[in-house]
């Protein structure tokens, strides 16, 4: 199970570079055997269009939400398109369910207000009875607090999931910056599942982890 965060589709604009790379490293490892569930993030494409609702009609925040929702959405098509011919033709939306593919390589996006890709993520991990999951974002490691904030901030490269859960806010909400959804990060621990999280700008160490060779991340489980 992977978790492509929006601040690697769209940082600002669309990454074409990105997305060129991250095909060529799925489409590597498929020839191998692998097999890939792929949950997308919303990144600049949800900020823009809640920030522009929210200036012209305060919204709720569950308003907010489905507009974030709806750009992963919008960013899971974007990825669908391009494995075409090896991904299954629709996009999940509800991680709930049973998924019937044969394809190698599966889409999925946000399902509900209040649940975050995170948890999609997992759940469907647990449908499909994975046992690891790979969040790529823009961070190299979960530190101890906030880097930007604290230069003295210690980087972690594995970490239990009450410790990890212990530095985190307790609850989830669609502006929180958390390295993990809270939530998510409950019903992980509950499964068992290991997740790491690395910086998806460095995709050889994503190729590193899928591999079982040192790589740069943090592993929680």
């Known amino acids: 199970m992977v978790s492509v965060g929006g601040s690697l589709i769209v940082p600002d604009a669309i990454d074409i570079d990105f997305l060129a790379r ?106 499909l009875g994975a046992t690891r999951l790979v969040n790529l974002s823009n961070i190299d490691y979960v ?7 604290y230069p003295d901030a210690k980087k972690i490269e594995k970490i239990s999931w009450p410790d990890f859960r212990a530095l985190i806010p307790a609850e989830w909400d669609p502006g929180l910056s958390s390295p993990f959804d809270p939530v998510a990060a409950k019903e992980a621990e509950a499964l068992n599942l290991e997740v790491a999280i690395m910086n998806g700008n460095h995709l050889e160490e994503f190729s590193n982890y899928l591999d079982n060779k040192p790589f740069v991340g943090t592993v929680i489980s």
């Open 143 to 149: 530190y101890t607090a906030d880097p930007r904030r």
């Open 22 to 127: 991250f095909k060529v490293l799925i489409l590597e490892k498929v020839q191998r055997g692998f097999t890939f569930s792929i949950i997308t993030g919303g990144g600049k494409t949800a900020r823009r269009y809640q920030d522009a609702a929210n200036a012209v009609t305060p919204l709720t925040a569950q308003d907010t939400d489905w507009i974030g929702i709806h750009s992963t959405r919008l960013n899971a098509q974007l990825l669908r398109n391009i494995f075409v011919g090896y991904a299954h033709p629709q996009v999940i939306h509800n991680p709930t369910i049973d998924i019937d593919a044969e394809e190698p390589v599966i889409i999925a996006a946000g399902w509900q207000p209040g649940r975050s890709t995170d948890y999609g993520a997992v759940m469907i991990a647990k449908n």
